[in-house]
């Protein structure tokens, strides 16, 4: 049923997973993950899609980075867990449901760890779950490629920020995609200056 699999803003929460100070260094490609991974967490509050941030024991792997702590939303919780999946953690499952969202975008560290079981978990309780594959990396680029297949073979739909953001959008013209468009034009922008 396609319209199942249809991302609606009012539905939607996005988790941001694990982005930390220790780990982010030895991500693969990871100035575009964080590229992406900013854009939809600019971009949520716009759409009135509210924002749930984790850490993985941040004694051992650090903070959440300054790029994503600083554009999060006043108020964002980050949640820390020592289990691989946020599901583990019964103050980010009391989060979740507090939020009363059944579409979650899931964008973060690592593909084949925390995101992997986060999203096997979410699935399992029944959740629609949305990768945004270019949001999400590992240490290995191998471990992200098989980690995405192994999800979508779970149902997940797996798809890109900017395809997700506008599928949150569903129409043009409004002052919402206006802004949303100038942040997508922005992270292009910033990606081409960081090519050259």
Not at 14 to 26: A, F, G, T
Not at 43 to 55: D, H, K, M
Not at 123 to 140: I, K, M, P, Q, T
């Amino acid at each position: 049923n396609a319209a199942m699999r249809r991302l609606k803003a009012d539905q939607a929460l996005l988790l941001v997973v694990d982005i930390q100070s220790r780990l982010y260094p030895h991500i693969a490609a990871k100035e575009d993950l964080l590229r992406r991974a900013s854009l939809l967490i600019r971009c949520a509050p716009l759409l009135g899609i509210p924002i749930l941030a984790t850490e993985q024991y941040s004694k051992g792997l650090g903070p959440t980075i300054p790029e994503v702590r600083s554009i999060l939303p006043a108020g964002t919780p980050v949640i820390e867990k020592i289990s691989f999946s946020c599901a583990g953690c019964p103050e980010f499952l009391d989060a979740l449901s507090r939020a009363g969202r059944r579409h979650i975008v899931v964008v973060g560290i690592e593909s084949h760890v925390c995101v992997q079981q986060t999203v096997r978990d979410l699935c399992e309780r029944g959740y629609r779950v949305f990768l945004a594959a270019d949001a999400v990396g590992s240490r290995n680029p191998e471990d992200k490629r098989v980690a995405v297949e192994r999800m979508r073979d779970w149902d997940v739909e797996v798809s890109t920020a900017e395809s997700l953001l506008f599928e949150a959008l569903a129409v043009a013209g409004t002052d919402v995609f206006k802004q949303v468009s100038a942040l997508v034009k922005e992270a292009d922008a910033d990606a081409r200056g960081k090519a050259s």
